[in-house]
């Protein structure tokens, strides 16, 4: 018999919905065969989940560890009525199921953090310990399920909670951009933020000293730490919402070539346009701005004729968390970047 | 020096604004080097446009020509004000600019439908000489200007307008579905209408016989008239909007295998997770729905952690009319479906 790949069957009264869209889950004990049950220390509660709790309960740390203990309670998992979101889990391995997919790979004891969203993890909290309002995080007791298909990574040991998480939080983006890569090309990475300075890192790894790789963003301060140590060929201060300026300035830096890989890596909405155009015909473009319009890509690419693969940035590519930190960890600067900026 | 490829000249006052987000467009005389000027017969209002008008100034066939006038005089360009969209026109091509790409292609009397909106297409409309209100369609004296990017297509003359548009609308879909497809694949089609049974068809061709071809739709009508005609090996009547009992089916037809390639032609909302579940890993999803929202496909795929590609569907792929008017041509039961279910 299949096992219960999604968690299917902790979903209460709504045949067929996954948990995700669930309005409550039965985290309830024992952990079943295709399971893994967590003993949770900390909850990641997502930014804009937090800043909605806050506000309504005030600022008052107890208030807000209520509020997240009665969703909890309510839900069978902590997803934020409001805004709907939910953030990750950290805490080590308490049970492995008999057919989870994990079983040769982890030991009871490990420490590891859920890379699903809590809303769709099943969670019981039994105490808040801690709210550390300033960096989202909750200590709590208490135990969580992970599904056959919920991905987690093994926290490292040879660097800072706070550090590996920045860093597995957008793990999907320099494992997905390292398939796409080939020496020789023209690479452009738009929004030189967190998950813009992992993807130039894996991409100039992937280019082997050949071909070019420019950084777009729009704060020089950005651009000039990735400068500085080296993650790109070009820097262009641009605003990606201005489509034709970037695709401009990316035809000056490229002798009017353009590029054969687009990677869109901004935190703002509006810059479909800036990376369609800087594409070549024939040329990728990838999108992991959550802020992505999928009919101004669409029609965006049709209304100016150009021939561009677009491809939705994936959270989720098979190998990502290890791919993520060994790139951190034979990046000393970049290691320091992330150490300074993103914790 | 390069030519004005996208049009940013014909746009009145804004700099560096694409001519689709433009309040206005200037379609004055005389056409420019890199532009062909078309003497326009008639234009194809987009449904929701038209609808808008209709019922902003009442059924009446003289004033809603009235109103489409009034837009395009102080646009330059047919776009609705309050839904935002076009919609697409035929004509003759009167003048071909000296450094316009269609230069070999294309002499001067040809019958030509644009590919690109009328939101991007400077438009002047001297006289409105019909108004077809049960096919969205006005036929007009007057001209349009298209970009050297601008996409069109030869009119063929060995079947009627409307069909040709029809098919002409979509036809993004199966040139994308012909570049993905290998032989040997399983591949499933969600949403067995008009781009649904254009996919179908090229799938099959390039299928050379060998894999799987299964077509999905809620209703059981659609799907007859598409095994009726042998365009799939499976029809499978679902609902798209409940991912977990499409995979199941689809997973049921595909003896637990799943699909190397879903290409998803739904016209409804909220179909991301029964493409991406019914994908196996390391496969690929097309996503053509216009409903298809990126947060869903992004955060669904890591949600489940599923291995897959996720392609936005481009409605633009080199030579994409041609391989569309030829499909039909070639498959003459599929041509008769066409004439009588979409025409
Ligand atoms: N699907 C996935 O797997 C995946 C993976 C990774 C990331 N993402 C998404 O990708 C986005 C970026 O994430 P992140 O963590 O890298 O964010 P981040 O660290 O905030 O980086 C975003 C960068 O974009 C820059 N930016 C803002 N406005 C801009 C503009 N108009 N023009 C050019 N650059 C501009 C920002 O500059 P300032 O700092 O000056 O504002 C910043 O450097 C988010 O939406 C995230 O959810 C998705
Ligand atoms: N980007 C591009 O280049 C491109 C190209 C082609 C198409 N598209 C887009 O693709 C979409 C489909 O276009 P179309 O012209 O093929 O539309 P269509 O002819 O209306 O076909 C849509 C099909 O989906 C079916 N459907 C509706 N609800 C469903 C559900 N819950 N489950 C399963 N099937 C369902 C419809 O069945 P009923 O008739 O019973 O409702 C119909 O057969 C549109 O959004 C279109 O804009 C985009």
Do not use: W
Not at 146 to 166: E, H, N, Q, R, V
Not at 249 to 267: E, M
Not at 313 to 341: I, S
Request: glycine share 10%; charged share 20%; hydrophobic share 45%.
């Amino acid at each position: 018999m299949s096992i219960d790949l999604y968690g299917l069957s902790r979903v209460v009264g709504e045949k067929g919905v996954l948990p995700q869209r669930a309005k409550q889950l039965d985290p309830s004990l024992p952990c079943r065969e295709s399971e893994l049950l967590i003993d949770v220390e900390s909850l990641n509660i997502d930014a804009a989940s937090f800043k909605q709790i806050k506000g309504e309960v005030g600022g008052d740390a107890k208030r807000i560890g209520e509020r997240i203990q009665e969703i909890v309670r309510e839900r069978g998992k902590m997803q934020n009525p409001v805004t709907g979101s939910g953030g990750m889990l950290i805490g080590r391995v308490k049970e492995l199921g008999a057919r989870h997919p994990a079983r040769e790979l982890l030991k009871v004891g490990d420490r590891i953090a859920t890379l699903v969203s809590l809303t769709l993890t099943p969670l019981v909290i039994e105490e808040v310990k801690a709210v550390h309002a300033d960096i989202d995080r909750v200590d709590i007791r208490g135990h969580a399920i992970l599904f056959a298909s919920g991905i987690y990574a093994k926290l490292p040991t040879d660097m800072p909670d706070t550090l590996a998480l920045a860093a597995l939080d957008v793990c999907g983006a320099p494992a997905l951009v390292a398939r796409h890569v080939r020496p020789g090309m023209t690479v452009a990475v738009l929004g030189a933020g967190k998950s813009g300075a992992l993807c130039l890192a894996q991409a100039r790894r992937k280019l082997e000293s050949r071909g070019k790789l420019l950084a777009l963003d729009v704060s020089q301060g950005a651009l000039d730490l990735l400068s500085g140590i080296g993650l790109c060929d070009v820097a262009l201060k641009v605003d990606a919402t201005q489509g034709v300026d970037v695709m401009e300035a990316v035809s000056q830096a490229t002798d009017g070539q353009l590029c054969d890989l687009v990677v869109n890596c901004a935190s703002v909405g509006n810059t479909e346009m800036a990376t369609i155009l800087s594409v070549k015909d024939g040329g990728t473009a990838i999108f992991f701005s959550m802020a992505t319009s999928f009919t101004a890509a669409a029609l965006g690419a049709e209304g100016v004729g150009k021939d561009v693969t677009m491809v939705v940035g994936n959270g989720y590519v098979p190998g990502h968390a290890a791919l993520t930190l060994d790139l951190l960890r034979t990046e000393p600067q970049l290691l320091q970047l992330f150490g300074t900026r993103y914790v």
